[in-house]
């Protein structure tokens, strides 16, 4: 029998002028996204102490008031407390408070407001204004008091202090605070394979963007305590996106604290002044009024203002009134 045999060949086609590529998966990578926050800590007023004397009296610049109080913010309470000495040498006038009612202040400088005793008689409103203008206080630190003694009569002293010294302690806010300005950046966000091109923020995690600009770095601020959901969304230029969130907290700390004139309050500059158009005869007492008109609060919570009435850079008086949320008013204050 014959034999038979296989023979398998193997063959190679080609086209000439082409090459076979084996296919490759290309990998798109997504965008990191990423988000950071920083702010200026709330600093509010804590406690003010001083004692002093050398201011002259008002009634006779032969002779001295001297004074002495405490008013603060006690560990956990939200209204102030304290006590105020006043005497006034040259009428023999004695002040002893009552109660601290109003405390508020920024930097170097607090006011304070109460009832007190006037020469043993209750219920007399006063309010206190003092600089803490460092050390030593002798030729550095102010004080003055207006004491509202009825019948449209106001007691009126102050000066620098010719002895004695005045401490304002204030404590920083380590929590991001209602009304704050928080500056939020995205500037750590990176593709790495392509550019991004769009960032979209959510700053109170109600899925409505508050912002879709290419807008790396933005300041926000809270009018309400509470957590709150911050989300950021990158796109890069291959259409691909990335979600990121964080949660801060946003205290009231400080409410019920005043934290006297803001950013949150705006003023057009208008205002006007009456009594300077009466004549009097030299060393007649002159009652001036001046007016700030249409000062208006910006936000959603109240915000205490204080209004001060400087001739020739000298303190003459001030007034302190209480805005409602959004509230817009005129806001006189009064010397003599």
Same mark, same amino acid.
């Given at each position: 029998?014959?034999?038979?045999?296989?023979?398998?060949?193997?063959?190679? *086609?080609?086209?000439?002028?082409?090459?076979?590529?084996?296919?490759?998966?290309?990998?798109?990578?997504?965008?990191?996204?990423?988000?950071?926050?920083?702010?200026?800590?709330?600093?509010?007023?804590?406690?003010?102490?001083?004692?002093?004397?050398?201011?002259?009296?008002?009634?006779?610049?032969?002779?001295?008031?001297?004074?002495?109080?405490?008013?603060?913010?006690?560990?956990?309470?939200?209204?102030?407390?304290?006590?105020?000495?006043?005497?006034?040498?040259?009428?023999?006038?004695?002040?002893?408070?009552?109660?601290?009612?109003? *405390?508020?202040?920024?930097?170097?400088?607090?006011? %304070?407001?109460?009832?007190?005793?006037?020469?043993?008689?209750?219920?007399?409103?006063?309010?206190?204004?003092?600089?803490?203008?460092?050390?030593?206080?002798?030729?550095?630190?102010?004080?003055?008091?207006?004491?509202? *003694?009825?019948?449209?009569?106001?007691?009126?002293?102050?000066?620098?202090?010719?002895?004695?010294?005045?401490?304002?302690?204030?404590?920083?806010?380590?929590?991001?605070?209602?009304?704050?300005?928080?500056?939020?950046?995205?500037?750590?966000?990176?593709?790495?394979?392509?550019?991004?091109?769009?960032?979209?923020?959510? %700053?109170?995690?109600?899925?409505?963007?508050?912002?879709?600009?290419?807008?790396?770095?933005?300041?926000?601020?809270?009018?309400?305590?509470?957590?709150?959901?911050?989300?950021?969304?990158?796109?890069?230029?291959?259409?691909?996106?990335?979600?990121?969130?964080?949660?801060?907290?946003?205290?009231?700390?400080?409410?019920?604290?005043?934290?006297?004139?803001?950013?949150?309050?705006?003023?057009?500059?208008?205002?006007?002044?009456?009594?300077?158009?009466?004549?009097?005869?030299?060393?007649?007492?002159?009652?001036?009024?001046?007016?700030?008109?249409?000062?208006?609060?910006?936000?959603?919570?109240?915000?205490?203002?204080?209004?001060?009435?400087?001739?020739?850079?000298?303190?003459?008086?001030?007034?302190?009134?209480?805005?409602?949320?959004?509230?817009?008013?005129?806001?006189?204050?009064?010397?003599?």
């Amino acid at each position: 029998m014959k034999k038979l045999s296989v023979v398998v060949i193997s063959v190679i *086609l080609s086209i000439a002028g082409a090459a076979l590529v084996p296919a490759v998966s290309a990998q798109i990578w997504e965008p990191n996204a990423k988000i950071t926050y920083s702010y200026e800590p709330l600093s509010t007023i804590e406690k003010v102490t001083g004692g002093g004397c050398k201011i002259p009296s008002p009634m006779n610049p032969d002779e001295q008031v001297t004074f002495g109080f405490v008013a603060q913010y006690k560990d956990g309470e939200t209204e102030p407390s304290g006590n105020l000495q006043f005497n006034d040498h040259a009428t023999g006038m004695k002040v002893h408070s009552e109660s601290i009612d109003t *405390l508020i202040g920024s930097g170097n400088n607090a006011i %304070f407001t109460g009832t007190a005793k006037v020469n043993g008689k209750s219920r007399y409103n006063f309010t206190v204004y003092v600089e803490d203008n460092g050390e030593p206080g002798k030729d550095n630190d102010t004080f003055a008091i207006s004491i509202n *003694l009825g019948e449209g009569f106001e007691y009126h002293a102050n000066g620098t202090l010719g002895g004695g010294n005045i401490q304002i302690h204030n404590s920083s806010v380590e929590t991001p605070t209602t009304n704050l300005p928080i500056v939020f950046d995205a500037s750590e966000s990176y593709d790495p394979d392509g550019t991004i091109v769009a960032y979209r923020w959510d %700053f109170d995690g109600d899925g409505i963007w508050d912002i879709e600009e290419n807008v790396v770095t933005i300041t926000h601020s809270y009018p309400e305590s509470g957590y709150y959901t911050v989300i950021l969304e990158v796109e890069d230029d291959a259409g691909v996106t990335n979600v990121t969130t964080i949660t801060i907290t946003v205290c009231g700390c400080g409410e019920g604290k005043g934290e006297g004139i803001s950013g949150n309050v705006t003023w057009n500059g208008e205002h006007t002044f009456e009594g300077l158009e009466s004549k009097k005869i030299i060393g007649d007492p002159l009652i001036i009024t001046a007016t700030a008109h249409e000062i208006k609060n910006n936000v959603n919570a109240s915000i205490n203002v204080t209004i001060e009435l400087y001739v020739d850079g000298f303190l003459l008086n001030w007034a302190t009134e209480t805005l409602g949320p959004y509230e817009q008013k005129d806001i006189p204050v009064s010397a003599t």
